[in-house]
Nanobody, 123 residues
């Protein structure tokens, strides 16, 4: 059974930084895409950053240059380093994974999701 567990969310002032972590259990596919998605109240879930099994990354335009996605395969953990945070980054952040390595930022097609971790950025 696949399980994704996020941590690291919290409240921070604009300009600050947070690092999100996603521990992945039971996901045994050798080819995959994993990523971070977010959903603010009243808005659709959107892709933030993804990384595939080869290390190729994709980022939403709104976070390029500020966020960095990485993975530690030895620890089965996905990370999202978020710098220069803005109030518009406030959202629930979700970790997702799928064997369809080409998905990138297409949130609706991912099969496995975590429960989410809240990020709140105040001005």
């Amino acid at each position: 059974q696949v399980q994704l567990v996020e941590s690291g969310g919290g409240s921070v002032q604009a300009g600050g930084s947070l690092r999100l972590s996603c521990a992945v259990f039971g996901f045994t596919y050798s080819s995959y895409c994993m990523g971070w998605f977010r959903q603010a109240p009243g808005k659709e879930r959107e892709g933030v950053a993804t990384i595939d099994y080869g290390g190729s990354t994709s980022y939403a335009d709104s976070v390029k240059g500020r966020f960095t996605i990485s993975q530690d395969n030895a620890k089965n953990t996905l990370y999202l380093q978020m710098n220069s945070l803005k109030p518009e980054d406030t959202a629930m952040y979700y970790c997702a994974a799928d064997y369809k390595w080409w998905l990138r930022l297409r949130a609706s097609e991912y099969n496995y999701w975590g429960q989410g971790t809240q990020v709140t950025v105040s001005s």
